[in-house]
């Protein structure tokens, strides 16, 4: 049993080690949201939601997780008493609509705080890891073809990652297949390259632009349409052998039966942020897993934060797909002690009790917005 006695949150800019370039928005910086839970004798748990460009991506800005904490959601959970985090959710859904991304950030503070009040890790609390090294690739999207070869190469020559995403979507559908292919070619038929469209294309486009990418050796395709279109993509699914992933199109467990029942087949994403925290992204881990959809561990971008709070329940699942967990690497300084350790293209689980993630105080302080 845990008693939430207060919550206090930040907004923390952190600005990114070069311009990351997506359909939507361009990122020069990324928002972290904290929240700090203080919990009765002396707990404390920590959690953090992202997202991605503002309101850009997603529904919910970093103002308006922090606004939904201190406004709605703290009133109602301090001074209550919970057994875990089914009774958390429970508590705020009943009064709470959406808002997902915050609700994220502190189920990940209460399984932080719990797992500490309980001396194990987070991943024991969800299942227990299956492993404490767990893949991770990198995105390649500073919008230049020859700067992301030079990257690319670089990261394979320094062994730390060996798989590429590539955000396109936000020019011509030739001048993105041409990019694709060359980084493809550039980097060799060993290294495993995706692309994510972000929703971009229309269907006509998605199934031009797919059967291009099929003949040129991309792996996978992310959410190449609009996420309401769910019969497209399942379409699109169906017609290609390059599998898809769908990522904005599945959100919750309900988004994820929807597809499978309509007869998706491919790959899902999961985020912590779109399910509502790391214990609710496995309800849709799981319907896939019903379904005989693939898994793979996305990001929001998060930092160190939210990266170890998704690979806590990451690690309890066998991703077919690897995962995106590579946040931190993306910003130039970060608010933890101990950086996470990122080779050979696998990033380690901290094994402390909680998330196992010390928080700098000083960093906390500096980087938080005035
Ligand atoms: C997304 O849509 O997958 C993940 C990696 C990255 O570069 O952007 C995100 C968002
Ligand atoms: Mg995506």
Not at 280 to 292: F, P, Y
């Amino acid at each position: 049993m845990l008693t939430i006695e207060s919550l206090a949150c930040w907004l923390v800019d952190i600005p990114t080690v070069r311009p990351h370039k997506l359909s939507m928005a361009t990122m020069g910086c990324q928002t972290l949201m904290i929240v700090r839970m203080q919990c009765a004798d002396g707990v404390v748990g920590w959690g953090e939601g992202t997202t991605i460009g503002g309101l850009s991506y997603g529904a919910e800005s970093p103002e308006a997780m922090k606004l939904a904490i201190e406004t709605y959601l703290s009133p109602l959970l301090c001074g209550q008493t919970f057994s875990g985090v089914a009774a958390l959710a429970e508590m705020m859904n009943a009064s709470v609509k959406g808002n997902t991304f915050a609700k994220s950030a502190l189920e990940t503070a209460f399984l932080d705080a719990q797992g500490k009040a309980l001396g194990v890790p987070v991943s024991a609390l969800l299942g227990g890891a299956l492993s404490d090294r767990l893949p991770v690739l990198w995105t390649l999207a500073s919008g230049d073809t020859a700067k992301d070869i030079d990257e690319g190469k670089r990261l394979l020559a320094e062994g730390r990652h060996d798989t590429f995403k590539l955000k396109i979507g936000a020019r011509d559908l030739a001048t993105d297949v041409r990019h694709a292919l060359a980084i493809k070619t550039a980097l060799g038929d060993e290294v495993s390259i995706r692309v994510d469209v972000n929703q971009a294309w229309d269907f006509t486009t998605a199934v031009k632009g797919m059967s291009q990418l099929q003949d040129g050796g991309i792996c996978l395709v992310e959410q190449p349409i609009p996420l309401w279109d769910q019969q497209g993509l399942i379409a699109l699914s169906q017609r290609f052998t390059l599998p898809i992933l769908a990522d904005e199109a599945v959100a919750t467990s309900h988004d994820g039966y929807a597809l499978a029942n309509g007869g998706f087949s491919g790959a899902f994403a999961l985020k912590i942020a779109k399910a509502g925290g790391p214990a609710q992204a496995l309800k849709l881990a799981h319907v896939a897993q019903a379904a005989g959809v693939a898994l793979y561990g996305g990001t929001m971008l998060e930092g160190t934060l939210g990266t170890v709070a998704s690979l806590h329940a990451w690690s309890t699942l066998k991703m077919q797909w690897g995962t995106e967990m590579f946040g931190p690497l993306l910003l130039k300084d970060d608010i933890v002690v101990t950086p996470l350790d990122f080779s050979q293209g696998q990033v380690t689980l901290p094994q402390g009790p909680g998330l196992g993630v010390e928080i700098d105080d000083d960093k906390l302080r500096f980087y938080a917005r005035k």
